[in-house]
């Protein structure tokens, strides 16, 4: 009896668990207010890491955040990150002023009615999504997307994943 015991428990230590995938991300098409094109998330798949943004400019923490999130983006630019900021439950002009005010220079659109938002499980603004270059879902900051937990998230984002589900992941 023992014997099966200690077999059963070297089958059970042998045993791995298979990977669990991360969540697929809702394809993104909006129109840029920087440029007036298409961004459509789609094109990014197998090429870059993308961040995506939902803030507004009636969000205290979102201007609170703005040279930070602004600073990462810096940072990262150069090292197939995409930054897209979705300003949801705004007009035109009052995006446009936050952008002017915190000197944001990463792609920018309207979701006035969160219809993108919502799709990622958008609860309040701001609200920060990182999705990997397979098109994952590998990581999503609720109001604290403070310069350093952004850039963990990134980093993350762009290491091959060894089957694991990342930090922050839901």
Same mark, same amino acid.
């Given at each position: ?5 200690a ?19 809702p394809?993104?098409?909006v ?5 007036g094109?298409? /961004?459509?998330s ?5 090429k870059?890491?993308l ?9 205290k ?15 990262y ?5 995409? /930054?897209?900021?979705?300003h ?6 009052d995006?446009?002023?936050f ?6 220079t ?10 993108v938002?919502?799709?990622?499980g ?5 609200y920060?999504?990182?999705?990997n270059?397979?098109g994952?879902i ?28 990342l930090p922050?992941?839901?």
């Amino acid at each position: 009896m023992s014997l099966l015991v200690a077999l059963a428990l070297v089958f059970l230590s042998l045993h791995v668990p298979p990977a669990v995938a991360a969540p697929a991300a809702p394809a993104i098409r909006v129109r840029l207010l920087d440029s007036g094109e298409t /961004f459509d998330s789609r094109l990014l798949l197998g090429k870059k890491v993308l961040v995506v943004r939902f803030q507004a400019s009636w969000c205290k923490t979102c201007a609170a955040q703005a040279a930070g999130v602004q600073r990462v983006y810096e940072r990262y630019q150069d090292r197939d990150v995409e /930054f897209l900021a979705l300003h949801v439950e705004d007009t035109e002009r009052d995006a446009r002023r936050f952008l002017r005010a915190h000197r944001t220079t990463y792609h920018t659109a309207l979701d006035p009615d969160v219809r993108v938002a919502n799709r990622f499980g958008f609860k309040r603004a701001p609200y920060t999504i990182v999705i990997n270059k397979r098109g994952e879902i590998v990581a999503r900051l609720e109001a604290t997307a403070d310069e350093a937990r952004l850039a963990a998230a990134i980093d993350s984002a762009l290491k091959p994943r060894r089957g694991k589900v990342l930090p922050g992941t839901s």
